[in-house]
């Protein structure tokens, strides 16, 4: 039901141009695209919200090409994925500088966040792909298959990435006392 | 990899899944979607046009354009006509004309 209304919104967008069609996208999708980025920045949520912004952006401008052959939320992801290692490339170019100490300087910018700390804390210690993989397939609910989908890779090798989160995962959880609850 | 391990993973993540409050972003985004600045120039440009054409005729503005005209004819009649200088008068038709040609082929 819920896809249909996106094929239906969507529909409305790209024959008619309406915009009020894809407000009701936008207002549907930004707290998951939104929470996607934050986990992706380690809780940098002014560039979670600019990265965000492309995203929907890049949605509208290229919507006549969603062909309907996934969900819309997977096709949203995807550009979300594509906008967010855009952004990691243009960094490193920028700073020459590597994933890790990308990751060292948005937890430097968050010290302040209280409570989300000890999440951003855990996926720090991901790499990005694996960070990805993990916060999509237990947060977000998307499946394994459609993860592959998303950042363009086979099967396999997203279970591998989740694979190696999950074993990093457990270990820090368990250390800071999670498996007692 | 255990169950357990899954489990508290799983426990986890579905603890610190959170909504994101909108606050405003909707909007921005809406603000920002490219076409939409063209959308509001177009509309601005057609609803000047509109005003100035009910503006002119409102206060009779073709009365007034039709009374300067014949205005400014009666005043060349009283100054005489024959002493209106034929070249310099061919001169500035030509370089009016040469402006008015430049300016199409510009904008074209």
Same mark, same amino acid.
């Given at each position: 039901m819920s896809q249909l209304n996106d094929i239906s919104l969507v529909a409305q967008v790209v024959v008619f141009k309406n915009a009020r069609a894809f407000d009701e996208l936008v207002k549907k999708y930004q707290s998951a695209i939104r929470r996607?980025?934050?986990?992706?920045?380690?809780?940098?949520?002014?560039?979670?919200? &600019?990265?965000?912004?492309?995203?929907?952006?890049?949605?509208?401008?290229?919507?006549? /090409?969603?062909?309907?052959?996934?969900?819309?939320?997977?096709?949203?992801?995807? $550009?979300?994925?594509?906008?967010?290692? &855009?952004?990691?490339? /243009?960094?490193?170019?920028?700073?020459? $500088?590597?994933?890790?100490?990308? &990751?060292?300087?948005?937890?430097?910018?968050?010290?302040? $966040?209280?409570?989300k700390m000890d999440i951003y804390k855990s996926l720090k210690m991901l790499k990005e792909v694996e960070r990805t993989c993990v916060t999509l397939f237990y947060m977000e609910d998307v499946s394994i298959e459609k993860i592959a989908g998303i950042i363009g890779c086979p099967t396999g090798t997203v279970k591998s990435h989740l694979s190696r989160g999950k074993e990093k995962l457990a270990n820090y959880l368990k250390h800071n006392g999670y498996d007692r609850y | 990899m255990t169950d357990i391990d899954d489990k508290i993973i799983n426990q986890f993540f579905q603890s610190e899944k959170k909504e994101v409050k909108d606050n405003g972003f909707s909007r921005r985004v809406m603000r920002n979607l490219p076409d939409r600045g063209e959308k509001i120039s177009k509309i601005w440009v057609a609803f000047c046009t509109a005003a100035g054409i009910i503006l002119f005729f409102l206060f009779d503005g073709l009365e007034a354009i039709l009374n300067i005209l014949h205005e400014a004819f009666n005043g060349a009649m009283q100054t005489g006509i024959a002493?209106?200088?034929?070249?310099?008068?061919?001169?500035?038709?030509?370089?009016?004309?040469?402006?008015?040609?430049?300016?199409?082929?510009?904008?074209?």
């Open positions: 996607f980025f934050l986990n992706q920045t380690l809780g940098d949520s002014e560039l979670s919200d &600019d990265l965000a912004q492309e995203t929907f952006i890049k949605a509208y401008t290229n919507i006549a /090409s969603f062909k309907n052959l996934s969900n819309f939320s997977t096709w949203l992801y995807r $550009i979300a994925y594509n906008v967010f290692y &855009d952004y990691i490339r /243009s960094r490193k170019e920028t700073f020459e $500088i590597d994933a890790r100490e990308v &990751d060292a300087m948005h937890s430097t910018e968050q010290e302040n $966040i209280g409570q | 002493h209106i200088d034929i070249k310099s008068l061919l001169i500035a038709t030509i370089v009016l004309i040469s402006l008015g040609v430049k300016k199409v082929c510009h904008i074209e």
